[in-house]
């Protein structure tokens, strides 16, 4: 047995390039949610087990198959690595009083944690940026949350994209949905599979979500939870449909659609394509208004979504071929003992300027060093001997474009450099 350490099976590394990828995707990411006016919350990555027990379901795959769960061995408290991230962020808010007064538009991105067979798009340690509105109950924040998808798509270039919608009612209605979809399933109880026979009477509405063909048709003629919505609840669902309508974002009703999680509630909605196989959707969300008061804060609405990052990213991967990676302004090089230390110091000159320098640590002759600088993808090499130490002055050579080697003291290096790099004259 080989005694080399490996990662965690469905835990990756996320090596310099690529993680160099995600960074340029977090930050269009920030800028987006800015601009809709949404402020940033951490919350821990452990979290007490009966958080999600009572907030996403005990009847949910999450919950009954997918958690980290372990016992605190300092005082026996059963703890779970976050499966999802919207309980942790209202238990916050509930904690914090966040909404006493006013509600709340938040988001946070880190990694979940679920127990799956890993596959493409899918891991055990995967990432979501989740978006939270607290204290909204009109269908204007539900439509707003799918607008803002549409716009975070059409900026990633995105393709191949579809919005599905549906409303899951108030609790009275799924209640009598429920019980009539439990009398409908129990006339295939024999031709159900394990999973459906297990939540028949636990999470009947989750055999609707089934991926299993052989229990299409019998999903067909089940009632439709939209079927048995009241005025009030189809009244939302109209106005989330008309202000879609106005911002010109199409999609398709589902009414088979239910969402894994216990606490959402009237507006669904899921974003699919047809682009990563099997992980058809890649964001997620819906209205979920009795989950504030389910985890002991005071009554009050909500609506939120979350994307899974790893499977936008796969969506983006032709973008971010030309996103624009983090590459340094130079590279210096040198040779010789006295040009060492001049080249240290211009290195930091520059810094202080604002640009981003590689200074090269280690051997090796000008030839070995110029094929890093050309690797680093710098914009020019500063090149120092200690005949230019000397003189105290650096050679500026460009990498990427044609143009004469010159020389020049630090000072004027910096504004030479600010005049081509970004047109700054000053």
């Known amino acids: 047995m080989s005694n080399k350490l490996q990662g965690v099976r469905g835990m990756n590394d996320l090596l310099p390039e690529e993680a160099e990828r995600w960074e340029a995707f977090e930050e269009i990411i920030r800028d987006w949610l800015r601009s809709y006016g949404y402020r940033p919350i951490r919350t821990p990555i452990v979290e007490y087990t009966r958080l999600f027990s009572r907030g996403v379901g005990e009847h949910t795959d999450i919950v009954e198959k997918e958690m980290y769960s372990f016992e605190d061995r300092l005082n026996g408290e059963q703890l779970t690595m976050r499966p999802e991230g ?20 938040l988001y946070y991105s880190g990694p979940m944690f679920r127990h799956e067979r890993p596959q493409k798009g899918r891991y055990r340690q ?36 579809e919005l599905q919608l549906n409303s899951l009612g108030d609790a009275a209605e799924r209640a009598t949905h429920r019980a009539e979809l439990i009398a409908y399933l129990e006339r295939f109880h024999d031709q159900l599979d394990e999973d459906g026979k297990r939540r028949l009477h636990t999470n009947p ?26 005025e009030t609840s189809l009244k939302h669902f109209e106005s989330v449909q008309r202000l879609l309508r106005e911002a010109a974002v199409p999609y398709r009703i589902n009414p088979r659609m239910v969402r894994g999680l216990d606490y959402y509630n009237r507006t669904v909605f899921e974003w699919t394509t047809t682009r990563l196989g099997a992980q058809a959707t890649f964001c997620g969300g819906g209205r979920y208004d009795g989950l504030i008061e389910q985890l002991g804060g005071k009554p009050a609405p909500a609506c939120g979504f979350a994307m899974g990052m790893e499977r936008v990213m796969l969506l983006w991967q032709e973008g971010l071929e030309s996103a624009g990676l983090a590459s340094p302004d130079v590279y210096v090089v040198h040779q010789g003992e006295q040009a060492q230390a001049f080249a240290f110091r211009v290195a930091e000159t520059l810094r202080s300027a604002g640009f981003s320098a590689i200074y090269h640590c280690g051997e090796g002759g000008f030839k070995s060093q110029m094929k890093k600088a050309d690797a680093s993808r710098a914009a020019y090499a500063v090149i120092v001997g200690d005949e230019e130490a000397a003189a ?12 004469e080697q010159i020389a020049l003291e630090p000072e004027a290096l910096c504004e030479w450099l600010a005049q081509r790099l970004y047109g700054d004259a000053d």
């Open 86 to 105: 919207t309980a942790s962020c209202v238990r916050a808010a509930i904690e914090h009083n966040l909404i006493f007064q006013n509600p709340q538009r």
């Open 392 to 403: 105290g002055r650096a050679a500026l050579k460009p990498l990427r474009d044609e143009g």
């Open 126 to 161: 995967f990432h979501q940026v989740g978006v939270e509105a607290l204290g909204f109950a009109g269908p204007d924040v539900d439509a707003e949350h799918i607008v803002m998808c549409r716009r975070l798509w059409d900026d990633l270039g995105l393709e191949d994209v």
């Open 205 to 230: 509405l989750r055999v609707l979500d089934t991926k299993n063909p052989a229990l299409e048709d019998i999903v067909a003629g089940a009632p439709r939870l939209i079927d048995y919505l009241g």
